[in-house]
């Protein structure tokens, strides 16, 4: 049976099977993995930056290229909820960035993101779950105005946007990155959104927060910490890439 | 004090969880530390008492703190932080599958119940037929095994707090489910007494 992630893949001129790694054979340690995501959807830019932090070799492919109809039946069968995005292991699918976040960690080559210490995990799932419930629909609404001109009240999320950067900024006060010296999920959460903020054109905002400035210099050349010579940051799409539907995948190259 | 922060104590007591009452989020760490056999001192209450600085910072509602966790030098809020503590903290072997796949599966089921079911709960009467559908789907996948995946996980433990608490309220929804039962037996078996410990505090 093709599968949709099969269709993404012809249709993004990937389906090279006798490729090492696709269909289920092994390259290297590891499978390749498929990714369905968009450009402008932070949690596919959370398993992008996953990937690439934890060395996983990833196909990405922009759900947004398919025609609607045809994509929501065969999406339908892959995700009965709807719940985005979605990643295939050779026989294995799942959705949802929490899960794919999970299983690129456990899979991947480097250390696991999340810390050892029981006070440190609760800090890093607290600042995490900020920027997933509070931050996100502020950097989402900023992204969908600058891309697809959605409209809504500027004042107000300008208002709330400061709250959350200045209370990061305090939070970075003693920190190299948000929740002690390592890069934690908090880190890769708030990556993303900042991401889509600077994308949207309001670096400004980033700017007047100097520890958050700080930070976001060490996440824009920190290099993948499972130790391939890759910058994970680069994988995220430019304004242009996101208007023209454009995903990266994850190549790794000095295995 | 924030809702994040530490302060000097010598003193040994064990951690002080404040829940709020037929709430989802404050039985999950119930059930999660009574399966681990955490020594808690849980009160219940219906908004925090704490001072709540970075909460009105972050234009939080009081209410939004709850559960909170109180242990030692350190003050804490909000499920997924508290959660993570307690699957840490202590000696049992933490709640963590070993292999990608049934972690992917687990965090699959919470993000189902997290980000789908909840939101529908606040309007049951409107949302009854999708809060049948994903039921179904729940009760479909319990027919494969014992567990919502294939060992016991959080998922269980995620979907055994939203389910006690809203099964007074969606007697039609849980009619036709026909798993339920026995995968509550098994839960009874991990989270011995459960019901007895979260009973008053149903609606």
């Known amino acids: ?169 305090d939070q970075l006060r003693n920190n190299k990155y948000i929740i002690c010296d390592k890069y934690t999920w908090a880190d890769l959460h708030w990556t993303t959104y900042i991401h889509l903020i600077v994308v949207a054109g309001h670096s400004d905002l980033i700017d007047k927060q100097k520890n958050v400035v700080a930070w976001w210099k060490k996440i824009k050349t920190k290099k993948s910490q499972c130790g391939q010579d890759l910058v994970a940051y680069e994988l995220l799409p430019s304004l242009d890439d996101i208007r023209t539907g454009r995903l990266q995948s994850v190549e790794i190259q000095d295995y | 004090m924030g809702f994040f922060s530490r302060k000097r104590s010598n003193k040994k007591q064990p951690p002080k969880l404040i829940c709020k009452p037929n709430d989802i989020n404050s039985f999950k760490c119930i059930l999660l530390a009574a399966h681990r056999n955490l020594d808690l001192d849980i009160s219940w209450s219906e908004a925090s008492a704490l001072d709540s600085n970075l909460s009105n910072s972050l234009d939080l509602e009081e209410t939004d703190s709850l559960p909170i966790i109180e242990d030692r030098n350190i003050t804490m809020s909000r ?56 039921l179904a789907a729940v009760d479909k996948q319990l027919s494969i095994g014992p567990f919502i995946v294939s060992e016991f996980t959080l998922a269980d433990i995620h979907w055994l707090a939203a389910y006690l608490v809203i099964e007074e309220k969606i007697n039609d929804c849980l009619t036709p489910l026909i798993h339920f039962s026995a995968w509550l037996k098994h839960m009874q078996d991990k989270i011995p007494n459960y019901a007895e410990k979260l009973q008053p505090h149903t609606a």
């Open chain 2, 79 to 134: 499920a997924e932080a508290l959660l993570g503590y307690l699957n840490i903290k202590g000696g049992a072997p933490a709640v963590h599958p070993r292999k990608a796949r049934i972690l992917a599966q687990q965090n699959y089921w919470i993000e189902l119940l997290d980000d789908k079911l909840e939101p529908l709960l606040l309007d049951i009467e409107g949302n009854k037929d999708a809060i049948s559908t994903i």
């Open chain 1, 1 to 169: 049976m093709t599968d949709l992630f099969e269709k993404m893949a012809s249709q993004a001129g990937m389906v090279d099977t006798s490729q090492y790694g696709m269909s289920g054979d092994m390259k290297k340690t590891q499978y390749i993995l498929e990714l369905l995501g968009a450009p402008i959807d932070a949690n596919t830019l959370k398993c992008l930056l996953a990937a690439g932090e934890q060395g996983m070799e990833m196909n990405s492919y922009n759900t947004d290229k398919m025609a609607a109809e045809e994509f929501q039946a065969e999406f339908k069968k892959i995700s009965p909820f709807g719940i985005t995005p979605c990643l295939k292991e050779a026989d294995f699918m799942v959705c949802g960035a929490k899960a794919i976040l999970a299983f690129i960690d456990a899979r991947g080559l480097g250390y696991s993101l999340s810390p050892l210490n029981a006070a440190l995990v609760a800090m890093q799932n607290y600042w995490s779950d900020i920027a997933v419930k509070q931050f996100a629909p502020v950097a989402e609404y900023l992204i969908n105005k600058k891309v697809k001109g959605t409209a809504g009240n500027d004042a107000e999320q300008f208002s709330m946007l400061e709250l959350y950067l200045s209370a990061l900024n």
